[in-house]
C-alpha cells in the first residue's frame, strides 16, 4: 500500500486526495476545468431546444452545465430536419459512408482523453471503466467501417423457376431513427448503437439521458468532424415521460436501451405505429462457478463482473453461484479482493470503482441491503455508504443468506452488490440461474471447456461468457448481443445490429416464360407441369 492510499474502518481502500470535501491538489483536473463555458457552447449548439434545463456530476453532486431543453414542438423540427438530409445522406455511397466510421475511429482515439474525463464526471465511474465505452465504440466502429459494405451489398438467391426467375435481395435505410440513450454508459449507449445505424444510410434523433448528454454530444461533434452531415444526427434533451413519447411519436424505427418498465412503454408505443423497435433491458444476471473451476481466477473475475461501473452495467452480475465444495475458499478469496479495491472519484487512473449516479440509485441500493440484512442476510464486504468520498459512494458489498422474500434476490439492483448462493450440481446451478424473467447475460466458471460450453447452450440469456464475467461476449462484435424474455427484443452488433436499421426489398425478374400457362397449354397441363416440376426440384435437391 503506497502512502496515498489508506484503509477506511472496514477495509476498503479509498484513495486519498480525492475528497471533493479537501482542497484540490495542484495539477489535478476539476470539472470547472474539463467543462468550459466554450465546451458547453460548442456541444449544446447541435441540440434542438428552446428551453433551459441543466446536469450534475455525481462525484460532488455540483452543476456541470447549463443546457437546452427540447419541447415535442422542438422534436418534431428535429425529425423535419433529419428527413430532408437523411435523403442526401442515403444517396451517398455505401463506402463513402463507411469511411466516416473509420475516421471517427482515429479521432476516438487520439482524443481519448477528452471524453473519459466528460464520461466520468457525468457517470461517476472510474477511469479504467470509462475507457471500456471508448474501447468498445472503437470496436464498432472498425468493424461497421470495415463490413458495411459486406452487409448492405444486394444478394442473390435462386428464384422460383431455375434460370427463369432471377431475384435480389436490397438492403434499404428504414429513414430516420429515434433513439433513445441511458445514463450508465453514455459513449458506447448512444454513438455506439448509432453507427450503425448512420453507415446504413438513416439519420437518427436522439435522446440521451439530461445528465450524461455532454459526452453524447461530444461524440457528435467527432463525427461531424470525421464527415458525417450535422442535420443526419439531430439530438433533443428532455425528461423522459415528456420527450421519449415524442421520439417514439415521430421514428421509422425505434432503438431504446433502458429498464423493462420503461421498454415496454416504448414497445407499445411503436407497436401503435407499426415501426420496428430494438429493446436491451434490464437484467439479473448469474455467474456460476463450478467445482472445477481456478478459485483464484474465478474470484478476480467476480470483481470485474459484479463491480465495473459500480455495478450499474446492464450486463453485470448481481447473482453469483458456487459449488458448495469450493463455496468457502471461493468467498475467502472474492471478499479479500473486494474488501481491497480502492474507491476513489479523481479524473485520472487508478480507482478500482467509482460513484453510483445519483440519489435515486444510492436509494435502491441502500434499501435492498438493509432489507436483506434485516431480513437475516450477511454482509460478508461493504455494506455501507462512502459520502467521505462523494454523495453516492457505495462500498462494493457481497451478502450471503440471501433468501427469495428479500427484494435483492430477484429485483435488479443496478449497484455494486452481489448475493452469494451455494449449489450442489450443475443441473441445480442451471435452474437457479434460468430461474428468473430477465436473460440479457451469464458466466460460467469452470476448467473443462467442453463443460462450460454444455452448461452455457443450457442458460437462457442472450450471451454468455466461459471464465469471464461479460466483456469477451460483448466485445466480439461480429456475434449478436442482447436480451432473451424480459431482457429485450433485437439485437446489436454483427449482421443483426446493422440489418435491423434497414429495410428488406426483393426484386424477382421474370424471363421468358411467365408464371402462369403459356405454350398453349390450358389451366390442367399448367398445374401438371408444375407439380412435376415441383418433383424434380426435390429430386435435385434444389432449395
Known amino acids: 500500500m503506497t502512502d496515498s492510499q489508506a484503509p477506511d474502518s472496514t477495509g476498503t481502500t479509498t484513495t486519498a486526495g480525492t475528497n471533493p470535501l479537501a482542497p484540490t491538489p495542484a495539477g489535478v483536473r476539476t470539472a470547472a476545468d474539463v467543462v468550459t463555458p466554450q465546451l458547453v457552447a460548442q456541444l449544446t449548439k447541435g441540440v434542438v431546444g428552446s428551453g433551459r434545463t441543466a446536469n450534475h456530476t455525481p462525484f460532488t453532486g455540483e452543476k456541470l452545465a447549463d443546457l437546452p431543453e427540447s419541447t415535442p414542438e422542438d422534436v418534431l423540427k428535429a425529425y423535419e430536419a433529419a428527413r430532408a438530409a437523411q435523403a442526401v445522406w442515403a444517396r451517398t455511397p455505401v463506402r463513402e459512408r463507411a469511411a466516416v466510421l473509420l475516421r471517427f475511429h482515429d479521432l476516438l482515439l487520439a482524443r481519448q482523453a477528452e471524453v473519459l474525463d466528460l464520461i466520468q ?57 429515434g433513439q433513445i440513450a441511458p445514463w450508465n454508459y453514455p459513449l458506447e449507449l448512444s454513438v455506439g448503437d448509432a453507427l450503425p445505424a448512420f453507415v446504413a444510410g438513416n439519420a437518427v434523433v436522439m435522446k440521451p439521458d439530461t445528465e450524461t448528454c455532454l459526452t453524447a454530444l461530444w461524440a457528435r461533434d467527432l463525427l461531424i468532424e470525421a464527415g458525417l452531415p450535422a442535420d443526419v444526427f439531430q439530438v433533443v434533451l428532455g425528461e423522459g415521460p415528456v420527450i421519449g413519447p415524442e421520439v417514439v411519436r415521430h421514428a ?125 442476510a450477511k454482509v460478508v464486504a461493504g455494506g455501507v455508504a462512502r459520502p467521505d468520498i462523494g454523495p453516492y459512494f457505495y462500498e462494493p458489498t457481497i451478502l450471503d443468506g440471501v433468501t427469495e422474500p428479500m427484494a435483492v434476490c430477484g429485483e435488479e439492483t443496478f449497484g455494486p452488490v452481489v448475493s452469494i448462493y451455494r449449489f450442489r450440481t450443475d443441473e441445480e446451478a442451471i435452474g437457479l440461474a434460468n430461474s428468473t424473467p430477465y436473460g440479457l447475460n451469464s458466466s460460467v466458471w469452470t476448467r473443462n471447456a467442453r463443460r462450460g460450453a454444455e452448461v452455457a447452450a443450457r442458460l437462457r440469456t442472450g450471451t454468455v461468457n466461459v471464465n469471464e464475467g461479460y466483456a469477451p461476449a460483448y466485445g466480439s462484435v461480429q456475434s449478436p448481443m442482447g436480451g432473451m424474455k424480459d431482457s429485450g427484443l433485437g439485437r446489436r452488433h454483427g449482421s443483426e445490429g446493422i440489418l435491423k436499421y434497414t429495410e428488406a426489398q426483393t426484386v424477382a425478374q421474370q424471363r421468358l416464360l411467365p408464371m402462369a400457362p403459356a405454350l398453349g397449354m390450358d389451366d390442367e397441363k399448367y398445374a401438371a407441369f408444375m407439380s412435376t416440376s415441383l418433383r424434380v426440384m426435390k429430386a435435385l435437391r434444389l432449395r
Open 121 to 177: 464526471l457525468e457517470t461517476g465511474k472510474a477511469r479504467l471503466h470509462a475507457h471500456e465505452e471508448v474501447q468498445a465504440v472503437a470496436v464498432a466502429a472498425r468493424h461497421y467501417g470495415r463490413r458495411a459494405a459486406a452487409y448492405l451489398r444486394p444478394k442473390r438467391h435462386a428464384g422460383a423457376m431455375p434460370t427463369l426467375t432471377k431475384v435480389t435481395e436490397l438492403r434499404h435505410p428504414r429513414g430516420v431513427v
Open 252 to 376: 421509422d424505427y425505434v432503438s431504446f436501451t433502458g429498464s423493462t418498465r420503461t421498454g415496454r412503454e416504448v414497445a407499445r408505443g411503436a407497436a401503435a405505429r407499426l415501426v420496428g423497435v430494438s429493446l436491451e433491458l434490464g437484467g439479473k444476471n448469474a455467474m456460476l462457478v463450478l467445482d472445477d473451476a481456478d478459485i483464484e481466477k474465478a474470484a478476480a473475475g467476480a470483481v470485474r463482473a459484479c463491480f465495473s461501473s459500480a455495478g450499474q452495467l446492464c450486463i453485470s452480475i448481481e447473482r453469483l453461484y458456487v459449488h458448495e465444495s469450493v463455496a468457502d475458499a471461493f468467498l475467502e478469496r472474492f471478499a479479500t479482493r473486494t474488501k481491497g479495491m480502492r474507491l476513489g472519484n479523481s479524473l485520472a487512473y487508478g480507482a478500482d470503482m467509482g460513484s453510483l449516479v445519483g440519489e435515486r440509485q444510492l436509494e435502491t441500493v441502500s434499501r435492498h441491503v438493509e432489507e436483506a440484512v434485516a431480513k437475516g
